[in-house]
């Protein structure tokens, strides 16, 4: 049986019928998770939530309008009842590591795994993100090292700047494509 999301803060469609779509940003703390949104041109409003913070925002991706619900998370990949229940809700998730940052890259590979015992399946729409690029003099992981762990996932790969504001909109498009793409293949 499916379980009805529960991590998000306004369960529910959206006004006028479009398909509102559950983010989770997952990843070590310091990555960039928070600014992100913020630092894309997603015009992303912050609603109030219990404890993490929750975006709002209204985009067209391929011609088609998507509201995303982006649910911010912080901690360690450790296993607590909070992220199981987000892990839950998430319809799809954001995967994000800096490249400056070994360490958050290790982290970032522990995800799938985590989100396979709240959800019994690899079939989960992901991307993976590699963010802080304009710190290229202070990389401690290659653009290589993320396209091997993007495929060990089977998901979308984006190097991103929140700083420059590169790509960050593409990895949230990439996502709503993967949702969408799940969506439309026929259920086994
Ligand atoms: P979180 O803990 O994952 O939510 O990380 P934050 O969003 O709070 O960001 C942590 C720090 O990294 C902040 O000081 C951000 O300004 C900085 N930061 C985030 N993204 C970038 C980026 O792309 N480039 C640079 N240079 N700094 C970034
Ligand atoms: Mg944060």
């Not at 499916?2 to 306004?10: I, K, L």
């Not at 997952?26 to 404890?51: E, I, R, T």
């Not at 290229?136 to 991103?160: D, H, I, K, M, P």
Request: aromatic fraction near 10%.
């Amino acid at each position: 049986m499916e379980v009805e999301n529960e991590a998000s803060c306004s369960p529910g469609s959206a006004s006028g019928g479009s398909r509102e779509y559950k983010v989770v940003m997952l990843g070590a703390g310091g990555v960039g998770k928070s600014v992100m949104p913020f630092l894309s041109h997603l015009n992303v409003n912050v609603v109030l939530c219990f404890s993490e913070d929750a975006y709002k925002t209204q985009v067209r991706i391929d011609n088609e309008p998507a509201y995303l619900d982006i649910l911010d998370t912080a901690g360690q990949a450790e296993f607590t009842a909070m992220r199981e229940q987000y892990m839950r809700g998430g319809e799809g998730f954001i995967i994000c590591y800096s490249v400056t940052d070994r360490q958050s890259f290790q982290e970032a590979a522990k995800f799938k795994e985590l989100i396979f015992q709240v959800r019994h399946t690899y079939e989960i729409p992901l991307v993976l993100v590699g963010n802080k690029i304009d710190l290229e003099q202070f990389r401690q992981v290659s653009t290589e090292e993320g396209l091997n762990l993007a495929q060990e996932y089977n998901c979308g790969f984006f190097e991103t700047s929140a700083a420059l504001r590169f790509c960050i909109d593409d990895a949230f498009h990439g996502l709503v494509r993967e949702i969408r793409k799940k969506e439309s293949m026929p259920s086994l």
